[in-house]
């Protein structure tokens, strides 16, 4: 899945389903961010929407809501980590919003294609030849 940046008209869809009539707070704040700023680091989203436990407001207050959309907000981790002032991983993400696709989807679609490459190079991997032993073994021997 691609991280993705809203139109105008899908925030302004988004921020009716998280505000309702009661304002903008920290769950608006978080999608105003991240709709024109995917994969925004934790800092930043902590730091520009004043808010403290992304995860949390997220959970709660944003993907139960936008989910009928076909949107939702995730997190992954960097590639390489983040560090702080003292030369230490942090435990930042990169936030986003992200469109909610099916199983039936062109991603999706194309997991049968990697399958059958995989099972045509290696010919033992999906016909049941090898045991659950010789896979543990293989393994094993890899991480050495």
């Not at 809501?65 to 997190?75: D, K, T, Y």
């Not at 590639?79 to 991983?89: C, I, S, V």
Request: one cysteine or more.
């Amino acid at each position: 899945m691609e991280p993705i940046r809203l139109s105008n008209e899908e925030l302004d869809f988004v921020l009716a389903r998280v505000t309702g009539d009661h304002g903008e707070y920290g769950a608006a704040r978080i999608c105003r961010l991240l709709a024109v700023n995917p994969l925004a680091r934790t800092r930043h989203v902590n730091v520009e929407c004043s808010v403290g436990n992304i995860s949390d407001i997220v959970t709660k207050m944003v993907n139960p809501r936008i989910h009928s959309l076909g949107l939702f907000v995730g997190c992954v981790k960097p590639l390489r980590p983040f560090y702080n002032k003292f030369g230490q991983t942090t435990g930042e993400h990169l936030w986003s919003f992200y469109r909610d696709v099916a199983a039936n989807d062109d991603d999706y679609d194309r997991l049968d294609d990697d399958i059958n490459d995989l099972a045509s190079k290696y010919p033992g991997l999906l016909s049941g030849e090898r045991t659950v032993n010789d896979w543990e073994r293989d393994l094993a021997g890899s991480l050495k």
